[in-house]
């Protein structure tokens, strides 16, 4: 029996997804663009999505495109600078991927670039953000809840400000949506990143929302779908899915956050208690519910990972997509650790389907296979 403690990589789909995604494929094959009784069926199971995924984030269906997941959202945000000619971007030191590198691309095609540093608990300031605004600042690039960390941006604080001084906000929610309240009516963000499969959905299937008003500059282009933005027949059940997850998260918030946050303490607590000489990395108070950035003093984190996954634990190291790297999390060196204070850290992410007794099993296998570890000294 697998413990499965990486939901910030993905999650299980959830059964409710299956079903309405089954029933799509099954039942509604027509095209969303055909001018017949298929395609209708096909474009209202969409618009109904867009209305799922809307309501869950506090925002317009108008202002949802549908897209095949973050990395595709983030992209197309931040390569969409292209069109507006030179300037200047801020982001931090802590983004993910997908918009580290589009802010690299840019900076090597004459965009200046601002990466606004974190502190120790990987914490951006309001304030920070502020003064290192520009007049040309054309973006702000902000990830919200970390990948790595599960630290918790103040996002509320930073929008404002940006608002009031007239800057644009793209926010990565990625990592946010589903166990964080993500609502658009009142973080006025102007562009928000999520993806279906962090939150019970389907890989591949996830949306860029854009407010009313804000430029947007198509990243496929070829097609009238998503209104002339992303081009391409649209993957009906994977944004099906995506809209059901949505609406369990609408349904579930409140008690996910309870639940995910007692069984994360309970292996904090455990871990403490039977492992000993652990750190948590980030700020506790600022953190997702669900995640836990655990230093292992005197453990090299991959092989700590890897003999928990032959005891059927699955654990991240770093972010999934960096997993197999040997260099440490760039979002731990930004917060001050060390090479080796990094390569001893694991991030263990609670989700859906996660029971105490699931917990207590963990623990246990962590309490053995640190001691183990731990005896064979430095490999
Ligand atoms: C913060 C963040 N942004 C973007 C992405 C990319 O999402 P997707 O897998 O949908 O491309 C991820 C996924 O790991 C993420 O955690």
Redo the contacts with the bound molecule.
């Keep these: 029996m697998r413990i499965y403690l990486d939901h ?2 993905t999650t299980p789909v959830r059964a409710e997804v299956v079903q309405a995604m089954t029933q799509t494929l099954t039942d509604v094959y027509g095209n969303p663009s055909s001018g017949h009784a298929e395609g209708d069926a096909a474009r209202a199971r969409i618009e109904a999505a867009r209305d799922a995924v809307a309501r869950c984030l506090g925002a317009s269906p108008s202002w949802v495109y549908f897209t095949a ?4 959202a ?1 992209n197309a945000v931040l390569m969409g600078l292209l069109e507006e000619g030179p300037g200047h971007l801020v982001t931090s030191n802590v983004e ?1 991927p ?1 918009v580290e590198e589009p802010a690299a691309r840019l900076e090597s095609a004459g965009m200046q670039v601002t990466r606004v540093p974190v502190d120790e608990e990987g914490l951006l300031t309001p304030e920070a953000i502020f003064a290192a605004l520009r007049p040309d600042t054309r973006l702000v690039s902000l ?1 919200w809840a970390n ?1 790595e960390t599960g630290v918790v941006q103040p996002m509320e604080a930073i929008a404002e400000g940006l608002a009031s001084r007239g800057v644009r906000l793209h926010v ?1 929610a ?2 946010a949506l589903g166990k964080w309240p993500v609502d658009l009516s009142r973080v006025p963000a102007d562009y928000l ?1 999520c ?1 279906a ?2 939150l019970g959905g389907p ?1 591949g299937s ?1 949306c860029l929302v854009a407010r009313a008003g804000t430029p947007l500059h198509p990243l496929i282009r070829g097609g009238p779908q998503e209104r002339r933005v992303r081009g391409g027949t649209e993957n009906v059940a994977g944004i099906v899915g995506f809209g059901r997850a949505c609406a369990l998260v609408s349904e579930e918030l409140a008690e996910r956050m309870l639940e995910y946050a007692r069984l994360r303490d309970r292996l904090w607590e455990g871990l403490e208690a039977k492992v000993g000489e652990v750190r948590r990395n980030g700020s506790v108070e600022h953190m997702l519910p669900n995640t836990l950035n655990v230093e292992f003093l005197g453990t090299a984190g991959e092989v700590l990972l890897q003999a928990l996954d032959l005891e059927g634990v699955a654990v991240s190291a770093g ?3 960096h997993s197999g790297s040997i260099s440490p999390s760039h979002v731990l060196s930004a917060m001050g650790l060390s090479p080796e204070q990094a390569r001893s850290s694991l991030r263990i992410s609670v989700g859906h389907g996660v029971d105490t007794g699931q917990i207590d099993a963990a623990v246990d296998l962590f309490g053995e296979l640190v001691a183990r570890i731990r005896r064979a000294g430095p490999a």
């Design positions: 910030n990589a997941g973050a990395s595709e983030n993910h997908s990830i990948n990565d990625t990592q990143s993806s499969h962090k890989k996830g972010a999934a997509c």
